[in-house]
């Protein structure tokens, strides 16, 4: 997974830090990164608020979506991803 760019090209840090919160919520930043939105959002109320809303809805579709596929639904997903795996390779 390719880190989060040092350099916000042009966007300000509360554009890039928005731009970028799913990837600190699922844990997909570098430490590095990570210690940046920490950062970040320690000193900027807009982002913290977002940050948290944006955490809020994510637990909430967590606890709402606990069921499991239907094995014929899953299977025949995985057969799809396999065909369009293939055909990309």
């Known amino acids: 997974m390719e880190p989060i760019p040092h350099d916000t090209a042009g966007e300000s840090e509360c554009e890039h830090a928005l731009g970028h919160l799913y990837e600190y919520l699922d844990s997909e930043m570098t ?32 606890r709402s979506c606990n069921e499991r596929a239907p094995e014929t639904l899953r299977l025949r997903i995985h057969e799809q991803l396999t065909v369009m795996t293939t055909l990309r390779g």
């Not at 900027?44 to 809805?57: D, F, G, Q, T």
């Open 31 to 62: 430490p590095e990164d990570e210690h940046r939105m920490r950062a970040h959002v320690a000193h900027c109320a807009p982002c913290l608020a977002e940050l948290s809303v944006e955490e809020l809805v994510k637990q909430l579709v967590r």
